[in-house]
């Protein structure tokens, strides 16, 4: 096909695997960075350095910063760090897109997202949150970490109702367990937690 009769999708295209194939010339990190002695990955180190990257990832350079992080030797441990790093680094690239510009909150909510898409059962049956342990430092937080929202309360006792009612003469549970469902099925808010809203 001559240049003439190319489609502007086409030249965009074509453009674009020239930028990502000069990005795949130029490495990302120096591998002495984050390598050990015995050749290994030194996790801490291999976070360290691809972090500090993440936010300059855009479309152009995502598939070469993700192939680059692939060409080590991965470990058990370190293939899960890789992983995590790729997703973030995805984000961060549709975020340096013509169509990012997401406000702080929509970057809050893209975490639920992955969770939801990675693994829905994470956020279990009764809800689920993620809590940052330093505001614990402030008081104005303290309704966080000593309450549970009252669809969470009555999901809990539902959800405990039915384990009582589906695993009646399993010697699996724990009588303690069973004892806890029950607790909580007769009203009793768990670890002292109270019911707000």
């Not at 999708?9 to 990190?29: G, P, S, V, Y």
């Not at 009646?168 to 549970?173: A, R, S, Y």
Request: glycine share 8%.
């Amino acid at each position: 096909m001559s240049e003439v009769n190319m489609t502007a999708t086409e030249a965009l295209i074509k453009q674009a695997e020239a930028e990502q194939k000069e990005a795949r010339r130029n490495k990302f990190i120096d591998a002495s960075k984050v390598l050990k002695e015995d050749g290994s990955i030194d996790e801490l180190k291999f976070r360290a350095e691809y972090t500090k990257l993440l936010k300059f990832v855009g479309p152009v350079n995502l598939v070469p910063f993700i192939e680059e992080m692939l060409s080590y030797r991965h470990d058990y441990g370190s293939i899960v760090v890789a992983t995590g790093l790729a997703a973030a680094a995805t984000a961060w690239s549709i975020q340096n897109s013509a169509r990012g510009g997401l406000t702080g909150f929509q970057g809050n909510c893209i975490v639920w997202e992955f969770i939801q898409g990675w693994d829905s059962s994470l956020t279990g049956k009764c809800g689920a949150r993620i809590q940052r342990f330093d505001n614990l430092l402030f008081p104005q937080y303290s309704q966080s970490f000593t309450t549970i929202p009252k669809d969470v309360w009555q999901n809990l006792q539902k959800e405990a109702k039915e384990q009582l009612e589906t695993t009646v003469g399993d010697n699996f549970i724990a009588q303690k367990v069973r004892d806890h469902w029950q607790s909580i099925v007769d009203g009793n808010v768990p670890f002292n937690l109270k019911v707000s809203g």
